[in-house]
């Protein structure tokens, strides 16, 4: 196997992590926000804090998906914001008529 071969089928994996790491970055980030503003409404700390974990473990998957996936920045942080507020405004309102 070539060094080009290598470097290729390299790049190949870093890409398919990164993709992975993204997506699971941003169901964490999502849905540990919406898991904490759920949990505030139940007066439910240890709930508030194990979303709040989750948010963060999500923000750094996602700081750690940008390294491996070596897009051009404003691509990648433009992704990232539609993919982070899509599913927030999209459970919002219902989150909001939960009593």
Known sequence: MSQASRSANHR?????????????????????????LF??????????????????????????AGRLLAWHRWFFWFLTTISILVPIGWFIPTLIRLR
């Open 12 to 36: 190949h994996y870093r890409n398919i992590a990164g993709t992975i790491e993204f997506f699971l970055g941003v169901y964490f980030l999502d849905f540990g926000f919406l898991a904490g």
């Open 39 to 64: 949990f505030l409404r139940q007066l439910n700390r240890t709930a508030v804090m194990l979303a709040a974990a989750g948010a963060l473990f999500g923000i750094l998957l996602i700081f750690r």
